[in-house]
């Protein structure tokens, strides 16, 4: 039998270290859900230390995923591991992962420390986590600008000291694959005790090679990669999961490697992520972009149309590409209906949460013909995007137009349940309301971005508003639909303030600057 390759999802940690990104813990519990549908080895739930709201996202996952393992990442201190175990300890496998800087550059420049006090703190770390739990991973950071001696040293103590994986980290994405190959071939041999330990590979993708890189390193040996859904990560992002899935499985000849994964899962993974990040993969995307199974060219459509292995390696269908036209629902379709299509769709919700999803498509499809995939994707979207407390729109009322001075009044209830109401004019309707409701909140932003786009075709779509503002320094992410863009523009501001007001999962962005890798 081949051997087999772990594949470690770490989009709810270093995924959600991607510029702007932030997840609600309904979004990370869904995302966590379809994973381990999927079938991966180990979900990265968080970085748990980084903030009281990452630890209880990172505990829930580990209390309500079953069936796969969960991991936590800990700096090597030891209030991180300690409070890392507690997150993780209800978790049917729980995983602490421990890293530690390995580069001189790091060493020297950002810990301020020296080669031998780094291996002492490494070695402790991972004994301390050992105390917690049998399945404990390291992570040299930076290891590919290390010294190759001094990595392959700190392999060996921290395998002493109990680690049964160990990573090895291409942390600025630096390697070049027939070199990371030989990065991971020498571990093998040198390392004691390499060969009785699982070694792994987390690559990023600053020179666009992460997936190459972690596929040599499988051809060299490596039983684990790290990976996330549509790439999604710090900078330039990690090794993307649907590639290094598919390459693996289309091309089994030549790795002679196998998997655990669930391909059907690999698109409805996708978009679910794209919806919950605010962050669209490009149409050429490998896999999961719109395009990625699209022929223009007349022969190449010819020569599809005759036999689709013409110029197709993989089938659209085995990723979960939905043939033809999507699956349609209307005002008639009943909750069973409904219910059914959101778990094609990757959606696993709770009775409340499917109560107030049904009850806002029935309000949708009152005033829209056809309800399709991406109508109930923008309704889950919107629904488990907002923090469950702080500010509520209460109503909203514009003036505009050619002759008017745009203006808007606007009814908020505030975290403490007070409302308050204000107007104020803008430069144009949209100006008009971010004005109002900045006075009203007092929240001092920059706005960095915002976006509409239509959900489907029609005059009657809904409107997807996306608004990125920088507060203190750190980025927070609103979106919301509505078939009233200037309704769905208020919402999609205040759900960004909401997510700084509550700390929610802009704890992880502020803490992203100085605390996570
Ligand atoms: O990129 C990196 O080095 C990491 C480690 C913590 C695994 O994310
Ligand atoms: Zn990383």
């Known amino acids: 039998m081949a051997d087999r390759v772990r594949i470690f999802d770490t989009t709810l940690r270093d995924g959600e270290q991607a510029a702007g990104v932030s997840f609600s813990a309904e979004e990370k519990l869904q995302i966590a859900k379809l994973l381990e549908r999927m079938g991966v080895d180990c979900i990265e739930a968080g970085f748990a230390a980084a903030s009281p709201a990452d630890f209880d996202a990172v505990n829930r996952i580990a209390r309500e995923v079953r069936g796969t393992q969960i991991a936590t990442l800990c700096r090597a201190v030891p209030n991180d591991v300690d409070q890392g175990w507690e997150a993780i300890r209800d978790a049917e496998n729980p995983r602490i992962h421990v890293f530690l800087s390995s580069s001189d550059i790091h060493i020297a420049h950002q810990l301020r420390k020296d080669r031998e006090s ?83 590979v987390h690559c990023h993708n600053d020179l666009g090679l992460s997936t190459a890189n972690s596929l040599a390193a499988v051809g060299a040996g490596a039983r684990q990669v790290e990976c996330t859904i549509n790439g999604l990560g710090e900078r330039a992002g990690n090794t993307s999961l649907e590639e290094t899935v598919m390459a693996i499985r289309t091309r089994a000849d030549h790795l002679g490697v196998e998997i655990g994964v669930d391909p059907q899962y690999l698109v409805p993974a996708s978009r679910m992520v794209q919806d919950f990040a605010g962050m669209h993969v490009q149409p050429n995307k490998a896999i999961v972009g719109l395009n990625a199974f699209r022929h223009q060219s007349g022969i190449h459509q010819d020569g599809v149309v005759k036999m689709r292995e013409t110029y ?37 919700l709770d009775a409340d949460e499917l109560k107030a999803a049904f009850d806002r498509f029935q309000q949708l499809a009152d005033r829209k013909t056809v309800v399709d995939d991406r109508d109930l994707e923008a309704i889950v979207m919107d629904r488990l995007g907002q923090p469950t407390e702080g500010w509520q729109l209460v109503s909203i009322d514009i003036s505009a137009g050619t002759t008017a001075t745009p203006s808007a009044t606007v009814t908020l209830r505030s975290p403490d349940d007070e409302e308050c109401s204000g107007a104020k004019t803008g430069t144009g309707p949209v100006d008009a309301i971010y004005q109002t409701i900045r006075e009203l909140t007092g929240v001092e932003d920059e706005l960095e971005e915002y976006s509409v786009t239509s959900i489907t075709e029609g005059l009657d779509a809904q409107g997807d508003v996306t608004i990125r503002i920088l507060i203190d320094g750190a980025t927070h992410t609103g979106r919301a639909t509505d078939q009233d863009i200037l309704v769905a523009s208020a919402r999609a501001y205040i759900n960004a303030i909401n997510r700084h007001v509550s700390g929610q999962t802009g704890a992880t962005a502020a803490a992203t600057q100085e605390r996570t890798p």
């Open 312 to 348: 197709e390696i993989m089938d659209p269908k085995e990723v979960g590409w939905v043939e033809g036209s999507q699956f349609v629902l209307s005002k008639l379709s009943g909750r069973a209906g409904f219910r059914s299509r959101l778990e094609d769709l990757g959606y696993d």
């Open 118 to 200: 780094v291996l002492q703190q490494a070695r402790e770390m991972v004994a301390r986590a050992k105390q917690y739990t049998s399945d404990v991973e390291f992570s040299p950071m930076d290891a590919t600008r290390s010294d190759v001696d001094f990595v392959r040293r700190m392999l060996r103590e921290v395998i002493e000291a109990g680690a049964t994986t160990i990573n090895i980290p291409d942390t600025v994405g630096y390697a070049i694959p027939d070199e990371f190959a030989r990065f991971i071939t020498g571990i093998l041999e040198d390392v004691p005790g390499a060969d009785n330990v699982v070694v792994s």
